[in-house]
């Protein structure tokens, strides 16, 4: 089936370094969404990619989809405390088994230290 | 935050015995869908719902049933709890399923503990 790997699975960063986490999936998505877990909490949606290439920025968090809609990637510029916690992307394929399905991948765990 | 409520937030249970979880969201959306989440394996989906009774499996289906009767509740059931189906369980819906998708939104979560 399809699967969504996400690497690293856990970072330590200092405070104000910057942060990477990348996911690829075994075939083309339609589209990739990233989700932001604060220790404790649920999953809260962050954005969606869905054009090839497409590049999205949220102030200091820059996204991007790949252009062969296979990979992509999140990177946060400068951390602070309030970054902490598990980002996960979750990938969609469209086909008749799984029009309605979003794949997560395992999340990368960020902790910052001030 | 949408409006979205799982209860109970916290179960303890015997291996062997029924167990039911419920979502109920405000939002009158129509898709509605129960995830667990397990260290190491993210989020994965069990089963969802596309409409009042209507369902469908997902990835780990095995050992779990769903039953939506109305759009704002969704009944996760474990028949015959197993060790291990001790997890974090979340129900999560979204609005609509247009072929490029929608944004979940997630409720609090269920922390279940088989013994």
């Known amino acids: 089936g399809q699967q969504v790997m996400q690497i690293p699975q856990y970072q330590h960063v200092q405070e104000g370094e910057d942060f990477t986490t990348y996911c690829n999936s075994s075939?083309?998505?339609?589209?990739i969404q990233w989700y932001k877990q604060r220790p404790g909490g649920h999953p809260v949606f962050l954005i969606q990619?869905?054009?090839?290439?497409e590049v999205k920025k949220q102030k200091r968090l820059t996204f991007q989809f790949g252009e062969a809609k296979k990979n992509s990637s999140l990177h946060i510029t400068a951390t602070q405390t309030t970054d902490v916690g598990t980002y996960f992307c979750?990938?969609?394929?469209?086909?008749?088994?799984?029009?309605?399905?979003?794949?997560f991948g395992s999340g990368t765990q960020l902790t910052v230290l001030p | 935050d949408a409006g979205i409520t799982q209860s109970p937030r916290h179960k303890v249970t015997e291996t062997g015995t029924p167990v039911t979880l419920r979502c109920h969201q405000t939002?009158?959306?129509?898709?509605m869908y129960w995830y667990r989440q397990d260290p190491g394996h993210g989020l994965r989906l069990i089963h969802y719902?596309?409409?009042?009774?209507?369902?469908d499996k997902g990835e780990v289906s095995d050992g779990y049933s769903v039953s939506r009767s109305k759009t704002e509740d969704f009944l996760l059931t474990l028949e015959s709890a197993t060790s291990s189906q001790t997890s974090v369980y979340f129900c999560?819906?979204?609005?609509?399923?247009?072929?490029?998708?929608?944004?979940?939104?997630f409720g609090p979560g269920t922390r279940l503990t088989v013994l």
């Open positions: 999560a819906i979204s609005e609509s399923w247009t072929p490029l998708g929608n944004e979940q939104f």
């Open positions: 075939t083309t998505l339609s589209n």
């Open positions: 990619l869905v054009k090839s290439g």
């Open positions: 979750a990938g969609l394929v469209i086909s008749s088994g799984s029009a309605r399905q979003l794949t």
């Open positions: 939002e009158n959306h129509r898709y």
């Open positions: 719902s596309y409409g009042v009774k209507d369902t």
